[in-house]
């Protein structure tokens, strides 16, 4: 063997590792993207859990790295603002969660932008490679090299943001499934008894007050246009309280007052320490 064709062996050679690693990190990649897509959402009845992500575990299974990259964009990545809610079940016993994470708008156009591309870097590599370099020559090899070197470092680094997903995932999903199981929640079926300490409109009551506390008071109007801007969706009505007030009474987590002001009689409410609101 001459030394050129020993030379343009081991550029082969070398060509061949870095396709197999890129490969095989590509699969890594779309194989927890699909297990992101499976699990991120559910909506079902008790019964029929299960079966349900058996069911959306199979169908993603045959789902094209084209097709979970769409599912992932708008679904489980998400602009702020555009979060979804769950869909509500009234008809049996249900669950429903939906696990999103938000970005600011130049950050998910980042997002967006470098997990799509890696669509058409995959299907390049996979379906075209071979058509785009000259393995024949050292040099074609080498120029080979350096396309996979830099296809290699884009998949890892965007395999290793995705597992940061799956792994906060994960343990939003074990703090549910503790919560599920906490005395709290059975105390709430059993008895009615709200666990006003990790409801959101207790925190959306706090951080207002926190916001607009004037002297360590805020006025419970300002704070419930504040509240109504920012989380839309919390109504006192939806924890058993006809009003503003009867929900900062009956959380046990503020203390209350009514001040006469210009002549009018206005409500003030500031945020108990924790160990007076658990008392």
């Not at 992932?72 to 016993?93: H, L, N, T, Y």
């Not at 591309?117 to 350096?146: I, P």
């Not at 210009?262 to 609101?277: E, L």
């Amino acid at each position: 063997m001459t030394l050129h064709n020993e030379d343009l062996t081991a550029a082969r050679h070398a060509v061949e590792h870095l396709f197999g690693k890129c490969v095989l990190t590509f699969q890594a990649y779309e194989n927890l993207l699909k297990a992101i897509i499976s699990e991120h959402r559910l909506s079902a009845h008790m019964a029929d859990i299960e079966d349900i992500r058996a069911d959306r575990a199979a169908k993603t299974r045959q789902k094209t790295m084209g097709a979970l990259m769409s599912e992932m964009i708008g679904s489980f990545i998400v602009p702020e603002g555009k979060e979804r809610q769950c869909e509500d079940r009234e008809d049996a016993p249900s669950v429903a969660f939906n696990f999103q994470l938000s970005f600011t708008a130049e950050e998910f156009a980042r997002v967006e932008a470098e997990h799509r591309e890696l669509v058409v870097l995959r299907n390049s590599l996979v379906h075209h490679f071979l058509e785009q370099h000259n393995l024949r020559s050292v040099d074609g090899c080498l120029v080979a090299q350096q396309t996979l070197t830099s296809a290699l470092d884009r998949v890892t680094r965007a395999h290793k943001e995705l597992r940061c997903w799956a792994h906060e995932m994960v343990t939003a999903r074990k703090v549910l499934a503790d919560y599920i199981q906490s005395p709290e929640l059975d105390d709430f079926f059993v008895h009615g008894r709200m666990p006003w300490h990790i409801v959101t409109i207790t925190h959306a009551l706090r951080e207002a007050a926190m916001e607009l506390a004037s002297g360590d008071w805020a006025p419970v109007d300002t704070a419930i246009s504040w509240i109504e801007e920012r989380y839309p969706e919390e109504q006192p009505k939806d924890y058993g309280c006809k009003t503003w007030r009867q929900v900062i009474h009956e959380s046990k987590h503020f203390d209350l007052q009514v001040r006469k002001v210009d002549g009018r009689r206005k409500a003030w409410y500031r945020p108990r320490n924790r160990s007076a609101a658990s008392g």
